[in-house]
């Protein structure tokens, strides 16, 4: 099977869990779609595309869904059809123009939010997030090429096999500036919050 068409397969498996998991959290609030946009900020007509499997949101859309839900992310993007093994064809999350993509390895599901996530950035290729939950961490340990991270007003260059953490409840964004693919692999940590 070729690149593309794999892509579209595995964004098509994604869209129909996320659209399932959305509604049923949603419905288990008592929310109307209307009451989720509202504590959201993401717009009726999107949630509606999510719920029938027939968008592909941004992981900041996935977020304030997420927040609002009280769920973490993983509720929503990983499979209900196994425990904490995830099959990479059911956990891409983000895909690059270019190739790259961030898949979700494995995650917490109840206490505080600890997810573990494998990332491929093509040359030129970046992805910014917004901030996560205060008091959330990251972890960053680069296995081939160089990273670009930029948190807030700083950036930091990261060369394979070396590693940084940073806040990640600021602005924050990784990239690609070099000739060669990067990959890294990235731990979040969002704490409970009260």
């Known amino acids: 099977m070729q690149y593309s068409a794999l892509m579209n397969d595995l964004s098509s498996s994604l869209s129909q869990t996320l659209g ?3 509604r049923e959290a949603r419905v288990a609030k008592g929310w ?3 009451a989720l ?5 993401v717009s009726r007509r999107m949630i509606i595309n999510i719920e029938q499997g027939e968008a592909n949101p941004s992981i900041a859309i996935l977020l304030k869904l997420a927040y609002s839900l009280g769920v973490g992310l993983p509720k929503l993007v990983m499979s209900a059809a196994r425990d904490s093994t995830a099959a990479h064809s059911d956990s891409l999350v983000w895909q690059g123009e270019r190739g790259g993509y961030a898949r979700l390895v494995t995650a917490t599901d109840s206490g505080d939010t600890l997810e573990l996530w494998d990332w491929v950035l ?3 290729e ?3 997030s917004e901030p996560h939950l205060s008091g959330t961490r990251e972890l ?5 090429g160089a990273l670009t991270l930029m948190v807030a007003d700083r950036v930091r260059e990261i060369s394979e096999g070396s590693g940084h953490s940073f806040n990640g409840d600021q602005p ?5 500036n070099t000739d060669h693919p990067v990959r890294f692999s990235l731990s979040v940590h969002e704490p409970i919050q009260q």
Do not use: C, D, F
């Open 140 to 144: 960053i340990h680069v296995l081939e």
């Open 126 to 128: 970046s992805h910014s």
């Open 122 to 124: 093509q040359p030129g």
């Open 20 to 22: 399932q998991r959305v």
């Open 32 to 34: 109307s779609q209307e």
């Open 172 to 176: 924050h964004a990784y990239a690609n």
């Open 37 to 41: 946009s509202e504590q959201s900020g």
